[in-house]
C-alpha cells in the first residue's frame, strides 16, 4: 500500500539548544511540546490508541523529533516504570534501535513505535525512584537534608577503615551484608573466606 503520509512539519530553530519543541508542530499542525506532554499522559493511564496517536504525530515530524521522542520514551521507562518493570528500559532500548534500523519513514518504523508505545501503556508503573529523588534534590536545596557516613561504610578500602584497623573479615561481616540475599544460593564460598579472614587477622 502507497505511504500517503504527510511530511511538512515545521520544526522552529532554538538557537544553542536545536530545536524549539513548544513552537515547532507536526506534519498535521499539532505543537510538538504538547504532543510530547499528551503523549506521556496517555502512556501512564493506558490509553494505548491516543498514545500511539501522539507518537506517530512527532515520529513523522523529522529526524531530530525522532530522537527528542525516543529520549522520552527511554526516560519515560525508568521515571514511570521504574523499579515495577526494571525491563523497560532494555525492551525499549532494543525496539529503538531497531527503528532507526529500518528505512525513513517506512511504516515498520512506526510499528515498531506503536509496539514500544503500547508496551509502555500496559506495563506495570511506579514513580517510586524519581519521586524519592526529588524529595531528596528539594530537601538538599532547602538544607533539611543532612546523611552522615555510615560506620559500615568505613572499610579496608578507606584510609579510616584501615587506621581502625578494618580488614577483610569487617568486610565480609559487615560492608558485604547483603539485604534481600538469594537464600537459595550456597553461603559455602563466603564461609571459607570468613574462616580465612579470621585466621589472616588472628580473631577467633
Known amino acids: 500500500m502507497e505511504n500517503r503520509e504527510k511530511f511538512d512539519a515545521n520544526l522552529v530553530g532554538g538557537g544553542k539548544r536545536g530545536i524549539n519543541w513548544f513552537k515547532s508542530t507536526s506534519p498535521y499542525g499539532y505543537n510538538i511540546a504538547a504532543c510530547v506532554s499528551a503523549l506521556v499522559k496517555e502512556i501512564r493511564r493506558g490509553n494505548e490508541k491516543n498514545a500511539i496517536y501522539w507518537g506517530h504525530q512527532v515520529a513523522i515530524s523529522g529526524i531530530q523529533a525522532e530522537r527528542f521522542l525516543w529520549e522520552i520514551l ?29 528505512p525513513e519513514r517506512d511504516d515498520r518504523r512506526y510499528a515498531t513505535l506503536a509496539f514500544a508505545v503500547v508496551y509502555l501503556a500496559r506495563s506495570k508503573k511506579t514513580r517510586y525512584s524519581n519521586e524519592l529523588f526529588a524529595q531528596m534534590k528539594c530537601q538538599l536545596r532547602n538544607a533539611t537534608l543532612h546523611i552522615e557516613i555510615p560506620n559500615y561504610a568505613i572499610d579496608l578500602h578507606l584510609p579510616e577503615g584501615r587506621q581502625l584497623g578494618r580488614g577483610h573479615l569487617h568486610y565480609l561481616l559487615e560492608a558485604a551484608s547483603l539485604t534481600n540475599e538469594d537464600e537459595s544460593l550456597s553461603k559455602e564460598a563466603r564461609e571459607w573466606l ?7 587477622e588472628g580473631e577467633k
Open 194 to 200: 570468613i574462616e580465612l579472614a579470621r585466621q589472616k
Open 74 to 102: 527511554r526516560a519515560h521507562s525508568i521515571e514511570e516504570c521504574g523499579v515495577a518493570n526494571p525491563s523497560a528500559i532494555c525492551v525499549v532500548t532494543d525496539v529503538m534501535r531497531l527503528y532507526f534500523d529500518l
